[in-house]
Nanobody
Framework: QLVETGGGSVQAGDSLKLSCTAS????????AGWFRQAPGNERTFVAA????????WYANSVKGRFTIIRDNTKNTVYLQMSSLNTTDTATYYC???????????????????WGRGTQVTVSV
């Protein structure tokens, strides 16, 4: 089970940190990612990280502003978001897939487990 927290309403230029905590079968290595879905739009990739935390990948739209990190001792993956703008408004979903430590996935079909999402709203 994946549970996202940390969403909220902020102003443009602000920062926000999302958390995704895994529970249940967490003894195996898993790759993780963040996706987002704005109203009326499809869900899109935001960022991904491998189990070891030494490989990351970002969508061009967030590169340089968002950072994905993880703390495996806490079974938690974070998405640090800065310089937020109104186009970042969306429901943010965490995803995970059991995989070798070096594996990283950047598409929805690369993941088996999903959280229910947390809303991020950015206003001017």
């Amino acid at each position: 089970q994946l549970v996202e927290t940390g969403g909220g309403s902020v102003q443009a230029g602000d920062s926000l940190k999302l958390s995704c905590t895994a529970s249940g079968q967490t003894s195996n290595a898993y790759a993780a990612g963040w996706f987002r879905q704005a109203p009326g739009n499809e869900r899109t990739f935001v960022a991904a990280i491998n189990w070891n935390g030494d490989r990351t990948w970002y969508a061009n739209s967030v590169k340089g502003r968002f950072t994905i990190i993880r703390d495996n001792t806490k079974n938690t993956v974070y998405l640090q978001m800065s310089s937020l703008n109104t186009t970042d408004t969306a429901t943010y979903y965490c995803a995970a897939v059991t995989a070798p430590p070096s594996h990283i996935a950047t598409t929805e079909d690369g993941y088996d487990y999903w959280g229910r999402g947390t809303q991020v709203t950015v206003s001017v």
